[in-house]
């Protein structure tokens, strides 16, 4: 594995556009859990699952819990996204350790669309929970002086989460190339272990902060429940 390996490369261009092999590989993760989800949906058995079944069931409830602990609350309408999310994270940086493959997390451009995306899910969620109004209201609290500032915060969630995920992932391979390159024979084995370990903490530490800041724009119990109370 070369230093220069680990930088997206140019696979072809499509009306004038580079396309990376990290939008490739991301393509493909999408399109492999996908064809994943749609098989496996139609073999769902209640007795007697198969051991893909059973890794898909602890991945659920590990998330549940992980929701449950944070929150103190079950909020069984997050759990889908977040699930997708760690598993699509925590694949993509498994690829990375594998020979001829690459992270396509180690893009910045991916983990961009990723800290989009949890964005994105943060408004979804306030509004779903708060109103649109209430969920604007949100930025102007407790003064609307404050706007300014809510704002700032709220953004640099986005900086925040890009920058943790792309910087974790491009030390984690440029270390390994470099080590491996120094011992190609001890190397591999605990450069495999410890990339495993780091692939699916970061895919974790994404997703916790993305549920976090969720709750956040969900507000909390009692501010739900005076919603609910003036919208009925």
């Not at 605990?190 to 800041?213: D, E, H, K, N, Y």
């Amino acid at each position: 594995m070369s230093i220069e390996s680990l930088f997206p490369q140019t696979v072809f261009h499509l009306l004038g556009i580079p396309v990376k092999d990290s939008v490739l590989q991301a393509f493909l993760i999408v399109l492999v859990l996908g064809a994943f989800a749609i098989i496996t949906s139609r073999q769902y058995r209640v007795w007697g699952p198969r051991p893909w079944q059973l890794v898909v069931e602890y991945l659920v409830e590990t998330v549940e819990n992980l929701v449950r602990d944070t929150s103190g609350r079950s909020l069984p309408q997050v759990i889908p996204f977040l699930t997708t999310m760690i598993t699509f994270i925590a694949v993509g940086n498994i690829l990375g350790i594998f020979p001829l493959l690459q992270a396509p997390t180690r893009d910045l451009n991916t983990t961009i669309a990723l800290s989009l995306v949890a964005l994105g899910s943060w408004v979804y969620f306030g509004v779903q929970s708060r109103g649109i109004g209430g969920y604007a209201r949100s930025f102007i609290e407790p003064v609307a002086l404050m706007l300014p500032l809510n704002l700032l915060g709220f953004f640099s969630r986005v900086l925040s989460m890009t920058l943790r995920l792309f910087g974790n992932i491009i030390a984690a391979e440029t270390i390994s190339a470099v080590l491996f390159a120094l011992v190609p024979v001890l190397g591999p084995l605990p450069l495999t272990i410890l990339g495993l370990l780091t692939s699916v903490l970061q895919a974790l530490v994404f997703t916790v902060l993305t549920f976090v800041f969720i709750v956040d724009a969900m507000g909390q119990e009692e501010e739900l429940a005076e919603t609910t109370a003036n919208t009925t």
